[in-house]
Nanobody
Framework: QVQLVESGGGSVQPGGSLRLSCAAS????????MGWYRQAPGNQRELAAQ???????NYAESVKGRFTISRDNAKNTVYLQMNDLKPEDTAVYYC????????????WGQGTQVTVSS
C-alpha cells in the first residue's frame, strides 16, 4: 500500500516563508511526476508546481519567482519552498505523485493547511 505523508503547513504573516515536505512510502517501484496542488475555499483544486523524475519543472504563474519545488529521488520525497507568501496563497496544499506501485496511477496526500494572514 502506498502512502503520501505531508508536513510543514501552518500559519504565517504576509511576506513569510514555509517549507512543505511530502514523502511517498510503501510498495513503490518507480516514481514519475511529483507535485503540489492547492485548493482555497470555494475554488477548484489547482496545480501550484510540478517536477518530473528528470527534473523538469512547471509552476503556476501566480507562484513563479516565489515558490521552489525540488525532490529527493532516493527518498521519494518532494519539497515546496514557499517564500514571500501572500494572503491569496491561503489554501489546503495537497501532494500528488504519479507512481508505479501495484500498477501506475496518481496518489494524493491528506492535505496540509497553509494560512497567510496578518
Amino acid at each position: 500500500q502506498v502512502q503520501l505523508v505531508e508536513s510543514g503547513g501552518g500559519s504565517v504573516q504576509p511576506g513569510g516563508s514555509l517549507r512543505l515536505s511530502c514523502a511517498a512510502s510503501g510498495s513503490i517501484f518507480s516514481v514519475y511526476n511529483m507535485g503540489w496542488y492547492r485548493q482555497a475555499p470555494g475554488n477548484q483544486r489547482e496545480l501550484a508546481a510540478q517536477i518530473t523524475s528528470g527534473g523538469s519543472i512547471n509552476y503556476a504563474e501566480s507562484v513563479k519567482g516565489r515558490f521552489t519545488i525540488s525532490r529527493d529521488n532516493a527518498k521519494n520525497t518532494v519539497y515546496l519552498q514557499m517564500n514571500d507568501l501572500k494572503p491569496e496563497d491561503t489554501a489546503v496544499y495537497y501532494c500528488n505523485a504519479n507512481l508505479n506501485g501495484w500498477g501506475r496511477r496518481d496518489y494524493w496526500g491528506q492535505g496540509t493547511q497553509v494560512t497567510v494572514s496578518s
